[in-house]
């Protein structure tokens, strides 16, 4: 794992925010994608109304993004290691569930919709089961194709920020 996690670190940020808000922006279908692409060429990186549409996508998926950059966050920072494989999982889907719920509580975001006991199974499959589920619902795939995309993003960002991780976007 630590080979992967250092490939990503040497992805430059910008790049990777660019990708992230242009998946983003297209899946949802807020933006063409020539077009978007052009803009983003023709600018050297992205415009004022992508990063406002990219905010708006991250916005409404606040617990999903957030939670994703929580994971993202925790695979490069290691925390995931000591975790058995088979209760790894589990362990994720509880971060995802924790933001569901303060998305709830306080108002942030769509919250996923409530239901967690639809998949009758042991505890280990049924919480990551019934937490996408959750969230899938109340997104769709577009939006959490698009939460996915800008919690990466954010992930990275915050690894080195935290890890003060220089970055490669010059060679």
Not at 18 to 26: C, G, N, Y
Not at 80 to 95: E, T
Not at 141 to 161: K, Q, V
Request: hydrophobic share 55%.
């Amino acid at each position: 794992m630590d080979g992967f996690v250092e490939d990503l670190r040497k992805l430059p940020t910008t790049l990777v925010w660019i990708v992230a808000v242009v998946l983003s922006l297209v899946v949802v279908r807020l933006a063409d994608p020539v077009q978007a692409l052009k803009e983003v060429i023709a600018n050297q990186g992205l415009t004022g109304p992508q990063v406002d549409g990219g905010a708006f996508i991250a916005g409404y998926t606040l617990p999903f993004t957030a939670a994703t950059t929580v994971v993202v966050f925790g695979m490069m920072a290691g925390w995931f290691s000591s975790v058995d494989s088979v209760k790894r999982p589990a362990v994720i889907a509880g971060i995802y569930l924790i933001a569901g719920y303060l998305s709830g509580y306080f108002g942030l975001g769509l919250a996923p919709t409530g239901a967690y006991t639809r998949v009758s199974a042991p505890l280990l499959i049924a919480l990551p089961v019934n937490v996408f589920l959750s969230y899938l619902t109340a997104y769709g795939a577009p939006l959490i194709i698009a939460g996915s995309a800008l919690g990466f993003a954010a992930g990275l960002w915050l690894d080195r920020f935290v890890n003060r991780v220089a970055d490669r976007t010059t060679t």
